[in-house]
């Protein structure tokens, strides 16, 4: 079986949260949030108990709102903070995704937004974004 990196620190992050409870406190939620801003495209952060099957084979469609943390175009990346996304069976939490830097362009970090989303596995690539 090939992986990449992504998939690799997707299965580094699932197995990290396996031994962690389900407590959180202001200051570890704001630590994980910071430390989620600087991450590499497709690692998450919260509460990860029902996420999907890492290394699933298809490619899904799935949309959701959040707002924007960080963006580094240089990197094609955008990280969101978002609510539950059922079609990937994700739970909110904050997670860096790839999107082309055009999409990048349109939206600044703090603003309100709506996006589209191609999930392979437990990674995510913005497809479409729009300010709410």
């Keep these: 079986m090939k ?4 998939t690799a620190l997707g299965l580094a992050a699932l197995l990290a949260a396996c031994g962690q409870g389900s407590e959180t406190d202001a200051s570890n939620t704001s630590a994980e949030a910071t430390a989620t801003a600087s ?4 690692t998450m952060s919260g509460e990860m108990g029902n996420m ?13 709102t959040g707002t924007v943390k960080a963006t580094d175009r240089s990197a094609g990346t955008i990280t969101l903070e978002h609510g539950p996304i059922p079609e990937a069976n994700w739970p909110a939490m904050t997670m860096a995704f790839k999107a082309d830097p055009s999409l990048i362009d349109r939206v600044k970090v703090g603003d309100e937004v709506e ?6 596995g437990t990674a995510g690539e913005v497809t479409a974004i729009s300010k709410r």
């Design 3 to 6: 992986l990449n990196h992504a």
């Design 115 to 120: 996006f589209d989303l191609k999930v392979e």
């Design 39 to 42: 991450a590499p495209a497709g």
């Design 52 to 64: 999907a099957t890492p290394g699933a084979a298809t490619a899904t469609a799935a949309h959701g």
